[in-house]
């Protein structure tokens, strides 16, 4: 459906054509109406479907450019995303000059009190954040005529609900509510329930909320071969933008200082990094300056980022809901993606639960062997060859080029070109220490006493120092906003068992000249 059928003012019209919109999707064509015709509602739907125009847009429609205070706020779990939400209604707001702000935990507030005072009309913040403002009297909500409760499935994961009861107790009674979220377990329909009065529910259908474009694979390995077989992995798919999973800060740096010492472009983020140094980052990968991303859950939740081509689970999540927020970050905008789990011999019972909400079986992946690995290396030093001589400027150089032609073959002299564009992981050994194990997780599996595919073998211990009692400890708190109360409270998983996979066959790793085309 195009956006001109849905009602929308001539000025927003301008700005989506700006801003290269060209058709509403599902989430956008069933949601706008309604927003508009006022309604509360309910919108499944997960990070990348488009949900944050679905409501800006009807929100800037709404608003009185003559009334001078807050009309509309919009409630984030974190503070990444409450940035990509303002950005969002600015940009599309631009044309009507509706002003959005953004407050959050972590940044001045001093410079958001004295923001405040310009009256913007639309007011996006993080629970914590928002809550001081409203104790403070920076922050008056008797004037909101709509609120959008955002990711709400993260704010109850994150402990959020008390936050979001003690806001919602200043906003007046007649208002507008929508909720959005990627999953739709019975604690959000109690929320639901006690603050939205006959919502209309937009629901996106299970088998698109795991992407049909995203193909989904998982590796059996063993934590101390992980590392070395991801990172063959890379040099076999090549990914152009891919985001890395981590289960905690410390994994999330010993990976990057990993990937960083095998010469990979790379960096990381979680919520023990400063919040300049952490848009500094997401900046670079969004711009293409970095190839991977490494992140916890905490740290990516809500990040919209274009262009990811794979995602990597190096610790497969604990809450198969995180699963489904985690891999919705590729395979958008018709473009196919990658997502690849790596998962532990004793873990295969949370890779089934995932399975069972999502409704796709993973395929099993053989692991790249070290040949396919080199043969993916010399695919890309390749293509950067082929870049190179392409250039022009290099008239200056055929002189020198002739001399070195009479002194060494042209076989040694691109053998020579070769292995200086090719990295020798073995070179490097990188050192990952374990982390300990998930708890057991009870199937509701049938037949869950037979085995299917994956990897068992031993693998390479080169570049580690096995303990297999490990020190990795729990869920690292510093992942947690604690002094603005801009994240909080993981769900923890107290189910026991394991069992195993059907047996199938394993998909041999094909090699792709280019699997982002």
Do not use: C
């Not at 037979?450 to 570049?463: A, D, F, L, V």
């Amino acid at each position: 459906m195009k956006f001109s059928e849905l009602n929308l003012d001539e000025q927003l019209l301008t700005a989506i054509e700006k801003a290269g919109f060209t058709e509403a999707t599902p989430i956008q064509e069933q949601t706008i109406p309604l927003v508009l015709g006022g309604d509360d509602v309910i919108g499944q739907a997960q990070t990348g479907t488009g949900k944050t125009a679905a409501f800006s847009l009807p929100i800037i429609q709404k608003v009185d450019m003559n009334e001078h205070h807050i009309q509309a706020l919009v409630i984030s779990p974190t503070r990444e995303l409450a940035v990509q939400t303002q950005e969002e209604v600015s940009r599309l707001g631009r044309g009507k000059h509706v002003r959005a702000l953004a407050v959050y935990g972590g940044a001045d507030i001093g410079r958001q009190i004295r923001n405040l005072k310009d009256s913007p009309q639309v007011l996006v913040g993080t629970p914590g954040r928002l809550l001081d403002h409203i104790n403070r009297r920076t922050v008056r909500l008797d004037h909101i005529n709509t609120i959008v409760l955002d990711e709400a499935d993260e704010m109850l994961d994150m402990g959020f609900v008390e936050d979001i009861e003690s806001i919602l107790s200043h906003v007046p009674n007649e208002h507008q509510t929508l909720l959005f979220s990627a999953t739709m377990p019975k604690a959000i329909m109690g929320i639901a329930e006690k603050f939205m009065q006959s919502p209309k529910i937009v629901k996106i259908k299970s088998k698109e909320l795991t992407a049909d474009l995203i193909d989904q694979y998982y590796i059996r390995s063993k934590e101390f071969e992980r590392f070395d077989i991801m990172t063959r992995l890379f040099d076999v798919q090549n990914p152009k933008l891919a985001l890395i999973f981590g289960r905690t800060k410390r994994r999330v740096d010993e990976l990057t200082k990993g990937l960083q010492a095998r010469g990979y472009k790379a960096e990381g983020i979680h919520g023990d990094l400063t919040q300049q140094k952490r848009m500094s980052v997401l900046r670079q990968f969004k711009n293409g300056e970095l190839q991977f991303l490494v992140a916890t859950d905490v740290a990516a939740r809500g990040l919209d980022i274009s262009g990811v081509t794979h995602v990597y689970n190096y610790d497969i999540p604990q809450d198969q809901d995180s699963y489904v927020h985690r891999i919705g970050r590729t395979g958008r905008a018709g473009a196919k993606g990658v997502a690849v789990t790596f998962v532990a011999p004793n873990e295969m019972s949370y890779l089934h639960a995932i399975e069972e909400l999502t409704r796709v079986r993973m395929t099993p992946l053989k692991p790249a062997t070290a040949k396919e690995a080199f043969h993916g290396q010399v695919q890309m030093a390749n293509q950067t060859i082929d870049e190179l001589v392409a250039k022009s400027g290099t008239e200056r150089f055929e002189g020198p080029a002739q001399e070195l032609l009479a002194k060494y073959s042209p076989e040694e002299l691109a053998a020579a070109l070769l292995k200086s564009l090719i990295k020798d992981a073995n070179e490097v050994p990188v050192h990952i220490a374990p982390e300990r194990p998930l708890p057991g997780r009870k199937s509701s599996r049938s037949n869950h006493g037979k085995s299917r595919g994956g990897y068992r073998g031993n693998g390479n211990r080169h570049g580690y120092s096995h303990d297999r009692h490990g020190n990795g400890g729990s869920r690292n708190r510093n992942d947690r906003d604690r002094n603005n109360r801009d994240s909080g409270r993981k769900r923890d998983s107290n189910r026991n068992s394991d069992s195993k996979r059907h047996s199938s066959n394993k998909r041999n790793f094909t090699i792709r000249k280019n699997p982002n085309a």
